[in-house]
């Protein structure tokens, strides 16, 4: 099944070249402040008036223009299922490789997704986009889900949970801001904004009830198929229509095929057994979409199920409900924290208690309103638009509720990812804390979690230096570690208001080695992709020191001439020197040199061939360095050779 995704490959030596295309845009497009993105399969590509075969589906970017008065000139004509001639400029699929780090190629894969690019526009070379056709056969679930999508938010402009409602009700996420995001993460609720097992079996269960009843007063039909199976044929056909229009997703898969299997021995008169219709979901899955093992939601959502089989099998019967459910709730969360950990490297405490208010709240009383409201918004859009606003102010009064436990201090913790022993050893020692009563050893599963709870990390000896380079594309961040001290060189570049690499990249990277503060965050002057991801990691790390080359709040400056020793470490700032003035930024950047026993690691910045003469002058052969993070991501502005004669490297690091 790989080579099906790896062998379609977009040609090297079409990459960063203009290539007409036409084909469907085959996703909800999403508008991200000044650009438009979407899936697009190609059906054709020419390049030089020769016919290429065609890399499959790809991911656009759609930059917006500006008028006159620098205003973006929306472009609202874009839908899903439309078919578009474009000129793009497409790659090859890339992302950040980093420990801890989101996997953006894998994802891609996942998704088929096989190059990346953005439309060209250009009036002079007649590089025009061009709508070819509206509506295109194949794309017609796509294109409700695009109406769906586009009503729901016309008829709740006004509200403050828009993204949420529209997430319920047709499974589309991009809505929800990344605040919103941080608070079902930190409540482990996060489940609630998918099309789960849970909403379909809860639409499914009142379809079935409905029908059976009003079906049994219909005379004739009654006799012809009875209640029961006219219910679950009902009730499947509703369930498949909301699983398609939540796009299929895994949990929406294993639910709707248990369903199906539940619904087809009720229209049979056969009783099957738990343990066979999730294995039979599994395995249905597997066989329809391999793939879907990669994907955190496939091991949550079949691991959810197995523990709630697992929870009420035989034992929770004689309790309350309300007890069985926290009962349920608690050793879901349990059970959860070890593969979430080794997904995520973070896992909320407080979920048991969240999950017990919202699971109820908005599976009962958000769900059944926001469906009413969208079955209803084509024909009765007032009404709707109601029925909007209630599900909104119900969805506001929890969201106090979640809001207020995410920002308590222990409400969530974060892990090393562990090892796969690790993990397998953490869920035995799970299962048998879980374990009925007089389980044989069943309290040796506290000792199972101990490498879960107490991961072993091994800091550098004195006198030693650990120095990690973070891959943030073009821009600069660098972790130093010693025995017992950690600093932080730059932060790497902000790409948009929801997306920057502190938070992407040094903070998981961080959390993978388990450091809880930084002793000092230097930012070597105000480019972007240097300081652009600095706000994040304010935000969630304590530091104890800042530096920087520019006025920054609670900031000292950077000169030449600072020094400190950690561990046996020298560290030495080299620039910028207060005697100077600079006339470009670029110079006056941070220049920091690591010494390390014979040893040494001269991190530069973005100087110039001016500041690295100015820094020969003055240091001379102090310059030379074992390793050399090139100045500038390795621009033709820097790396002098006068520079590199003197500093000697046997290694360059270029961070582009």
Same mark, same amino acid.
């Given at each position: 099944?790989?080579?099906?995704?790896?062998?379609?490959?977009?040609?090297?030596?079409?990459?960063?070249?203009?290539?007409?295309?036409?084909?469907?845009?085959?996703?909800?497009?999403?508008?991200?402040?000044?650009?438009?993105?979407?899936?697009?399969?190609?059906?054709?590509?020419?390049?030089?008036?020769?016919?290429?075969?065609?890399?499959?589906?790809?991911?656009?970017?759609?930059?917006?223009?500006?008028?006159?008065?620098?205003?973006?000139?929306?472009?609202?004509?874009?839908?899903?299922?439309?078919?578009?001639?474009?000129?793009?400029?497409?790659?090859?699929?890339?992302?950040?490789?980093?420990?801890?780090?989101?996997?953006?190629?894998?994802?891609?894969?996942?998704?088929?997704?096989?190059?990346?690019?953005?439309?060209?526009?250009?009036?002079?070379?007649?590089?025009?986009?061009?709508?070819?056709?509206?509506?295109?056969?194949?794309?017609?679930?796509?294109?409700?889900?695009?109406?769906?999508?586009?009503?729901?938010?016309?008829?709740?402009?006004?509200?403050?949970?828009?993204?949420?409602?529209?997430?319920?009700?047709?499974?589309?996420?991009?809505?929800?801001?990344?605040?919103?995001?941080?608070?079902?993460?930190?409540?482990?609720?996060?489940?609630?904004?998918?099309?789960?097992?849970?909403?379909?079996?809860?639409?499914?269960?009142?379809?079935?009830?409905?029908?059976?009843?009003?079906?049994?007063?219909?005379?004739?039909?009654?006799?012809?198929?009875?209640?029961?199976?006219?219910?679950?044929?009902?009730?499947?056909?509703?369930?498949?229509?909301?699983?398609?229009?939540?796009?299929?997703?895994?949990?929406?898969?294993?639910?709707?095929?248990?369903?199906?299997?539940?619904?087809?021995?009720?229209?049979?008169?056969?009783?099957?057994?738990?343990?066979?219709?999730?294995?039979?979901?599994?395995?249905?899955?597997?066989?329809?979409?391999?793939?879907?093992?990669?994907?955190?939601?496939?091991?949550?959502?079949?691991?959810?199920?197995?523990?709630?089989?697992?929870?009420?099998?035989?034992?929770?019967?004689?309790?309350?409900?309300?007890?069985?459910?926290?009962?349920?709730?608690?050793?879901?969360?349990?059970?959860?924290?070890?593969?979430?950990?080794?997904?995520?490297?973070?896992?909320?405490?407080?979920?048991?208690?969240?999950?017990?208010?919202?699971?109820?709240?908005?599976?009962?009383?958000?769900?059944?309103?926001?469906?009413?409201?969208?079955?209803?918004?084509?024909?009765?859009?007032?009404?709707?638009?109601?029925?909007?606003?209630?599900?909104?102010?119900?969805?506001?009064?929890?969201?106090?509720?979640?809001?207020?436990?995410?920002?308590?201090?222990?409400?969530?913790?974060?892990?090393?990812?562990?090892?796969?022993?690790?993990?397998?050893?953490?869920?035995?020692?799970?299962?048998?804390?879980?374990?009925?009563?007089?389980?044989?050893?069943?309290?040796?599963?506290?000792?199972?979690?101990?490498?879960?709870?107490?991961?072993?990390?091994?800091?550098?000896?004195?006198?030693?230096?650990?120095?990690?380079?973070?891959?943030?594309?073009?821009?600069?961040?660098?972790?130093?570690?010693?025995?017992?001290?950690? $600093? +932080?060189?730059?932060?790497?570049?902000?790409?948009? /208001?929801?997306?920057?690499?502190?938070?992407? &990249? *040094?903070? %998981?990277? #961080?959390?993978?080695?388990?450091?809880?503060?930084?002793?000092?965050?230097?930012?070597?002057?105000?480019?972007?992709?240097?300081?652009?991801?600095?706000?994040?990691?304010?935000?969630?790390?304590?530091?104890?020191?800042?530096?920087?080359?520019?006025?920054?709040?609670?900031?000292?400056?950077?000169?030449?001439?600072?020094?400190?020793?950690?561990?046996?470490?020298?560290?030495?700032?080299?620039?910028?020197?207060?005697?100077?003035?600079?006339?470009?930024?670029?110079?006056?950047?941070?220049?920091?040199?690591?010494?390390?026993?014979?040893?040494?690691?001269?991190?530069?910045?973005?100087?110039?061939?001016?500041?690295?003469?100015?820094?020969?002058?003055?240091?001379?052969?102090?310059?030379?360095?074992?390793? $050399? +993070?090139?100045?500038?991501?390795?621009?033709?502005? /820097?790396?002098?050779?006068?520079?590199?004669? &003197? *500093?000697? %490297?046997? #290694?360059?690091?270029?961070?582009?």
């Amino acid at each position: 099944r790989a080579h099906l995704v790896l062998d379609v490959v977009l040609p090297a030596d079409l990459e960063g070249k203009d290539v007409l295309v036409s084909g469907v845009i085959a996703s909800i497009p999403v508008t991200e402040e000044r650009k438009h993105r979407f899936e697009f399969d190609i059906e054709t590509l020419v390049y030089k008036k020769e016919n290429i075969p065609s890399p499959g589906k790809v991911r656009i970017s759609w930059y917006q223009k500006k008028n006159a008065n620098k205003k973006i000139i929306p472009n609202t004509q874009l839908k899903a299922g439309q078919r578009w001639q474009f000129w793009l400029r497409l790659k090859q699929p890339h992302g950040f490789m980093n420990p801890g780090g989101f996997d953006f190629e894998g994802w891609l894969y996942q998704k088929n997704i096989r190059a990346t690019g953005y439309v060209r526009i250009n009036a002079k070379k007649q590089q025009n986009a061009q709508l070819l056709d509206d509506i295109v056969p194949g794309y017609r679930i796509l294109m409700l889900r695009q109406y769906l999508y586009d009503t729901i938010l016309t008829a709740s402009k006004n509200n403050q949970y828009t993204g949420i409602v529209a997430a319920l009700a047709i499974g589309e996420r991009k809505g929800i801001s990344p605040e919103q995001w941080r608070v079902f993460r930190q409540t482990g609720t996060s489940h609630l904004v998918a099309i789960s097992g849970l909403h379909i079996g809860l639409l499914a269960g009142f379809i079935f009830f409905l029908v059976k009843r009003v079906w049994s007063y219909c005379g004739n039909a009654a006799l012809h198929l009875a209640s029961p199976r006219a219910a679950a044929l009902l009730s499947l056909l509703m369930a498949v229509l909301y699983a398609a229009i939540s796009g299929f997703a895994v949990p929406a898969q294993r639910a709707l095929i248990m369903l199906s299997v539940v619904m087809f021995s009720i229209f049979w008169q056969r009783k099957v057994q738990s343990t066979n219709v999730l294995s039979l979901a599994l395995l249905t899955v597997l066989i329809f979409d391999p793939i879907a093992v990669l994907s955190p939601g496939f091991w949550l959502s079949f691991g959810a199920v197995t523990i709630i089989g697992l929870a009420a099998a035989g034992r929770l019967r004689t309790d309350h409900s309300w007890k069985i459910w926290g009962r349920l709730q608690w050793r879901i969360s349990l059970a959860l924290i070890p593969l979430l950990i080794f997904l995520f490297q973070q896992a909320s405490i407080i979920s048991p208690l969240t999950n017990l208010v919202a699971i109820p709240v908005v599976s009962f009383i958000v769900v059944p309103f926001v469906l009413m409201a969208t079955t209803l918004v084509s024909f009765l859009p007032d009404l709707a638009v109601v029925i909007y606003s209630i599900s909104d102010y119900v969805l506001s009064v929890l969201w106090w509720f979640l809001s207020y436990l995410a920002d308590t201090p222990l409400s969530h913790i974060y892990g090393v990812k562990p090892s796969l022993l690790s993990l397998c050893l953490a869920c035995i020692g799970f299962a048998l804390l879980l374990s009925p009563r007089g389980w044989p050893l069943k309290y040796l599963g506290i000792f199972l979690l101990f490498p879960l709870i107490f991961p072993v990390s091994e800091p550098p000896k004195h006198g030693e230096v650990e120095f990690t380079l973070l891959d943030v594309g073009q821009g600069l961040a660098g972790v130093v570690q010693t025995r017992s001290h950690l $600093l +932080v060189f730059d932060a790497g570049p902000r790409f948009s /208001s929801n997306f920057d690499t502190g938070a992407a &990249v *040094v903070l %998981p990277f #961080l959390r993978q080695k388990n450091i809880k503060n930084i002793d000092m965050l230097i930012v070597s002057h105000q480019d972007n992709d240097h300081r652009g991801g600095v706000k994040s990691v304010q935000a969630e790390i304590q530091i104890k020191t800042l530096l920087s080359s520019f006025d920054m709040q609670n900031a000292e400056r950077c000169q030449a001439g600072q020094h400190w020793n950690w561990d046996g470490v020298d560290f030495e700032i080299l620039n910028p020197d207060k005697s100077r003035s600079y006339s470009k930024r670029n110079n006056a950047s941070c220049v920091l040199r690591i010494k390390a026993g014979k040893d040494a690691i001269l991190v530069s910045a973005d100087i110039e061939k001016k500041a690295e003469k100015q820094l020969v002058e003055q240091y001379g052969q102090q310059l030379q360095s074992t390793y $050399l +993070v090139a100045p500038h991501h390795g621009s033709k502005t /820097s790396s002098s050779s006068l520079f590199l004669d &003197v *500093v000697k %490297p046997d #290694l360059i690091l270029i961070p582009v």
